[in-house]
């Protein structure tokens, strides 16, 4: 069960490249002879939580462009997802994004390091950012694809997949975490469903497609160039587009 999904999340190239710079920054801190410098690392995983957070909220869930091109871009990354939230090849952030974030995210990390006077910054920015940060998001990837998978769940999984299924079923405005733990958030920022809300909602009509109409021009373009790259069959298409 578990080498099956596994087998599923590493065969995505992103997830590889950035379990390789998880590696990286470990053997950086041993080579270099600065384990002192492992603190960083649960400031890290704060950190990407945090980034987690706003990165789906205030980007992923950026309200739609009107121009085609960058409409596709957010189709590409994460209304895609929502449009089709069960096919695999759509669980994972996709390279282009996923690579560039992290190199941006280190080298932002340097400079702060570097600024407040830490020896071995690079290494302290490593730790911070490939040890700490990918760990966050290692989990992220994991519990969401956990989350759109048909298996048995251990209990925490179950508890992310039925914050998760809010989230897609009840208010894609909601509930923007998915790692353990990461209810917090969303219960500080106010976008968590209280109970009492829970049992009044039912399915949000259009859900699937984040409150655009499944007829919108955008998304019937989006999903007809984009969808076979991600084994979205034609019929799909068609009866997504229905209304």
């Given amino acids: 069960m578990y080498s099956d999904r596994l087998k599923l999340m590493f065969s995505h190239l992103s997830l590889q490249i950035l379990l390789g710079l998880w590696l990286l920054g470990w053997v950086m801190l041993f080579a270099t002879g600065n384990t002192h410098l492992l603190w960083l690392a649960p400031l890290g995983i704060l950190g990407q939580m ?24 957010l189709y590409r990354v994460h209304y895609g997802h929502h449009d089709f939230p069960n096919k ?66 251990w209990a925490l999984e179950r508890h992310v997949t039925r914050l998760h299924g809010m989230h897609h079923f009840r208010d894609y405005n909601r509930w923007y975490h998915v790692n353990p733990g990461g209810f917090v958030i969303d219960r500080l920022m106010g976008t968590a469903i209280p109970n009492d809300e829970i049992k009044q909602k039912g399915r949000v009509e259009f859900l699937s497609t984040m409150g655009l109409r499944p007829d919108d021009p955008r998304l019937i373009r989006a999903r007809t160039r984009l969808g076979p790259q991600y084994g979205v069959t034609q019929v799909e298409i068609e009866r997504a587009g229905r209304v």
Avoid at 58 to 72: E, I, N
Avoid at 100 to 112: C, D, K, R, S
Avoid at 116 to 123: D, M, Q, R, S, Y
Wanted: without cysteine; aromatic residues 22%; charged residues 10%.
């Fill in 50 to 73: 945090l980034n987690e957070y706003s990165i789906h909220r205030y980007l992923f869930h950026w309200p739609a462009p009107k121009g085609q091109f960058w409409f596709d871009v």
């Fill in 88 to 153: 695999t090849a759509l669980f994972f952030v996709p390279v282009w994004f996923a690579v560039p974030m992290a190199l941006i995210l280190v080298t932002v990390a340097y400079g702060v390091l570097s600024l407040i006077g830490l020896a071995n910054p690079l290494v302290g920015a490593t730790t911070f950012t490939f040890i700490g940060g990918l760990t966050a998001f290692l989990f992220y990837e994991w519990f969401h694809m956990t989350a759109h998978t048909n298996v048995k769940k």
